[in-house]
């Protein structure tokens, strides 16, 4: 717990970075489950078109990483993060538009996509801009801790927004639950201001995106695999309890954030302390066993359980790899590569919404979560087959 003392002032400002944060990216966790419930449930689309509208934020996310990484290596990541924090609110006012034409689908529903849109755009700049900028307060030798609170910050949203998601929806309607989003960055912006940032890195010659892309792709691709088991409950659990005529729908991003954010606090310097490869292997396998849990549950209080261990699961893989990353590359190229790193986890976000909702059309919702325990499992064996290789190289 020394790490959390605010008697070091670079951990004191990592705290206070990863509290703004926290409140900021309540924007992205309130929309999370209450997005494919307005869009089935109030619009009266598919599951397809729920699935589009929660993965376009992600997808969003995916093209813009690259450049939001070079951006923040170029100018600073302070003003990555507070472009990202603009992107937000702006997202969150065009989706108040979506949730004002409530009777009109054929408005709403692109209109809310561009909201969704807008956010990804956000997230890109927020995201990489916060582990650049707590990388520069505290070192590179405490990667994985910094990863491990901004993690635990989302995550932490994660399970605090969706209840409040589902709640606001009910009482103040989506166009209120949108006009609470698009305040919290707004608080956010005002507290990141009197912060201090940290320089941005000299300019040497710099490889193309795709030279870069080619040292971490493997690490990359484990973070992809793991994120469906997050992304199939982000998108579905919520319907999945709904169709089942089970209570307690919008506690599923709760148990999921409650066991993500219990791992960080409690295990997140085991990346740096004992590998990242070696963690990611073991988490995968726990995430798999959550999975299946929510599959095969009979009832709320198992998927529920298999939530929270999904989240367990989850909670260490992405630290673990981007741990791996930094070493990979020197420290000008540190926010590009994270960039693309994370690209991985968008494009798992952001494509699982509407394939998952594809097949939960045809097969039913639980069968989305069989295809998340399928590629954490084959996230271990990628990760083992990364660890043996090393292994090698070293004897």
């Known amino acids: 717990m020394a790490f959390l003392s605010s008697r070091d002032p670079a951990q004191a400002r990592l705290l206070l970075l990863t509290a703004v944060l926290f409140l900021s990216y309540l924007c992205v966790a309130i929309p999370l489950p209450a997005v494919p419930v307005y869009v089935s449930g109030r619009l009266g689309l598919d599951n397809v078109c729920a699935g589009l509208a929660t993965g376009m934020t992600f997808l969003a996310a995916i093209f813009s990483r690259g450049h939001a990484g070079g951006f923040a290596d ?3 990541p302070k003003v990555a993060v507070a472009r990202g924090l603009a992107l937000y609110v702006a997202g969150g006012l065009v989706s108040l538009a979506a949730g004002l034409q409530q009777g009109m689908p054929m408005v709403a529903y692109p209109t809310l996509l561009a909201g969704r849109l807008l956010l990804g755009l956000g997230e890109s700049f927020v995201g990489v801009g916060v582990v650049a900028w707590g990388v520069g307060i505290v070192g590179p030798q405490r990667t994985g801790r910094v990863l491990s609170l901004v993690g635990a910050s989302i995550y932490g949203a ?11 929806l009910d009482r103040v309607g989506f166009a209120g ?16 201001t009197p912060m201090a940032g940290v320089a941005p890195h000299a300019q040497p010659e710099r490889p193309s995106f795709l030279a870069i892309m080619g040292r971490i792709w493997g690490h990359g691709l484990i973070v992809c695999l793991q994120g469906i088991g997050f992304a199939a409950i982000g998108a579905f659990f919520a319907l999945y309890f709904l169709d089942r005529i089970w209570d307690h729908a919008g506690l599923g991003l709760t148990a999921f954030g409650g066991g993500f954010v219990l791992v960080r606090v409690l295990f997140g310097h085991l990346p740096d302390r004992i590998g990242g490869l070696t963690v990611a292997t073991l988490s995968l396998a726990v995430e798999a066993m959550g999975q299946v849990l929510v599959w095969g549950a009979h009832g709320p ?12 699961g989850c909670s260490l893989i992405f630290p673990s790899m981007g741990r791996e990353v930094v070493r990979l590359v020197p420290p000008h190229l540190r926010a590009t590569a994270l960039g693309g790193f994370t690209a991985f986890q968008d ?16 097969v039913g919702y639980g069968s989305v979560f069989l295809v998340g325990a399928a590629a954490a499992a084959v996230g271990m064996a990628i990760s083992l087959h990364l660890r043996q290789m090393r292994v090698a190289a070293q004897a």
Do not use: E, I, K, N
């Not at 994660?158 to 606001?168: C, T, Y």
């Not at 494009?347 to 909702?357: E, F, R």
């Open 347 to 362: 494009l798992a976000y952001g494509l699982t919404g509407p394939l998952a909702g594809l097949m939960a059309d045809r």
């Open 158 to 168: 994660l399970a605090v927004g969706g209840p409040v998601g589902l709640v606001l």
């Open 177 to 192: 639950a949108m006009a609470v989003s698009t305040l919290l960055p707004c608080l956010g912006l005002l507290a990141m």
């Open 301 to 312: 209080s198992l998927a529920l359980a298999g939530a929270f261990m999904t989240g367990l």
């Open 74 to 76: 170029r100018r600073g």
